[in-house]
């Protein structure tokens, strides 16, 4: 229903554009606003705005029952369901930087408290913190096995369980991770490189960026996605260490999501999202927002059981208000 509401409305701006060019007189703004939303690539609607958080959205995640967690720069971890915020979690002292939805159901959240914090949402309890980095933890990921990782400034990978351990190899600031599903750690850095693990020695090393690695993606087939500061986003047969494309933006791509359907959503500090055909770097669409995009979560192609019927939730960082919100995206 809803995507005969889109073509519709679609339908009608073409036929409005023509009947201009036809018959004249052009209306100048009315053109402009047209010509604008084909340049912007508006084929979808923002059907949710939540907008809590008192600075930056660093995060987002989808819980097993539909909610939407989040965690800000504002020191919050916070839960959302029907478009409003129903926990707020506390106990971090620094600004939080990334999430992890655990197979128990938990949430993980880490911080440049140097921490990772586990919390039972249920109670809003902080069951554990982890300590262990000595600078900023700027993601985490989570092993087939359930196990936990984190990276940080510290120039090291640890993984949290039963066996403790912090992963080998030359890395510099590790800014983001990927898991893949037999297990396969990789990691991005401030050594603009990629890093492989298959066990828990260093395997390979995909070399190609020229800067900062900000944003991992494991694709279908194996393959792997990594953005950049340089403009880019690399797709990576890993097996080979080979680089199949890149694909641009204009400024540096802090996002990458792989969408249910396997393509590759990246958002730009340009604000621009855009969704690619990983199999051979096709540009599927291209979004523009009013405000940066700094976090993008992907829902399954289902009906949440929040209500929340959508396909991505993006964070944005409104600079007139000050203030973080979350939209979910159709």
Same mark, same amino acid.
């Given at each position: 229903m ?6 519709? #409305?679609?339908?009608q701006r073409?036929?409005r ?5 036809r ?5 100048v703004?009315?053109?402009c606003? /047209?010509?604008?939303?084909?340049a912007n690539?508006?084929?979808g609607t &923002?059907t ?7 600075a930056?959205?660093t995060?987002?995640g989808?819980l097993?029952?539909?909610?939407i /967690?989040s !965690? $800000? +720069?504002?020191f919050? *971890?916070?839960v959302?369901?029907?478009?409003a915020c129903?926990?707020?979690? $506390?106990g971090?002292?620094q ?6 939805v ?7 959240s880490?911080?440049?408290d ?13 069951? @554990? !913190? ?7 933890v700027?993601a985490?990921?989570?092993l087939p096995n359930?196990?936990? *990782?984190?990276a940080s400034?510290?120039?090291?990978v640890?993984?949290w369980?039963?066996?403790p351990r912090?992963?080998e190899?030359? /890395? ?5 991770? %990927? *898991?893949f599903?037999?297990g ?8 603009a ?5 298959d066990?828990d020695?260093?395997? +390979?090393?995909l ?7 900000r ?5 279908p087939?194996?393959r792997l996605?990594?953005s950049?500061?340089? @403009? ?6 890993? %097996?080979?260490?080979? &680089? ?5 933006h @204009?400024?540096g791509v ?5 969408l249910p359907?396997?393509?590759?959503? $990246? ?11 990983p199999a051979?770097g096709?540009?599927? +669409? $291209?979004?523009h927002?009013a #405000? ?10 289902r009906e949440l059981?929040?209500?929340?019927c959508?396909d991505l939730? /993006?964070?944005?960082?409104d600079?007139?208000?000050? @203030?973080?919100?979350i939209c979910?995206?159709?």
């Amino acid at each position: 229903m809803e995507e005969d509401k889109r073509m519709s #409305f679609k339908q009608q701006r073409n036929a409005r554009l023509a009947n201009y060019l036809r018959h004249g007189p052009v209306p100048v703004q009315d053109v402009c606003n /047209i010509i604008s939303a084909y340049a912007n690539g508006l084929e979808g609607t &923002c059907t949710h705005v939540m907008a809590n958080h008192t600075a930056w959205v660093t995060a987002l995640g989808v819980l097993p029952d539909g909610k939407i /967690i989040s !965690t $800000s +720069s504002d020191f919050k *971890v916070r839960v959302w369901a029907d478009g409003a915020c129903v926990k707020t979690l $506390s106990g971090h002292t620094q600004y939080l930087t990334g999430l992890v939805v655990l197979p128990s159901g938990h949430v993980a959240s880490c911080s440049r408290d140097k921490t990772v914090r586990v919390w039972d949402l249920t109670t809003g309890v902080c069951l @554990q !913190t982890l300590v262990g980095h000595v600078l900023d933890v700027n993601a985490l990921a989570v092993l087939p096995n359930g196990d936990l *990782v984190s990276a940080s400034d510290d120039n090291t990978v640890r993984v949290w369980g039963d066996n403790p351990r912090v992963l080998e190899g030359p /890395i510099l600031h590790v800014l983001c991770l %990927a *898991v893949f599903p037999d297990g396969k750690i990789t990691a991005g850095a401030g050594d603009a490189l990629v890093h492989v693990w298959d066990t828990d020695t260093e395997s +390979s090393v995909l070399v190609g960026h020229t800067l900062d690695v900000r944003a991992l993606a494991v694709l279908p087939n194996g393959r792997l996605a990594s953005s950049s500061d340089d @403009q880019t986003v690399r797709v990576w047969e890993v %097996a080979t260490s080979a &680089c199949l494309f890149m694909l641009d933006h @204009q400024y540096g791509v802090i996002h990458l999501v792989t969408l249910p359907d396997g393509t590759l959503a $990246s958002s730009s500090f340009d604000n621009r999202l855009k969704i690619w055909d990983p199999a051979d770097g096709t540009l599927i +669409s $291209s979004f523009h927002h009013a #405000f940066s995009i700094t976090a993008m979560v992907a829902f399954p192609k289902r009906e949440l059981a929040t209500g929340v019927c959508g396909d991505l939730a /993006i964070g944005v960082h409104d600079m007139k208000n000050l @203030q973080g919100k979350i939209c979910v995206w159709e």
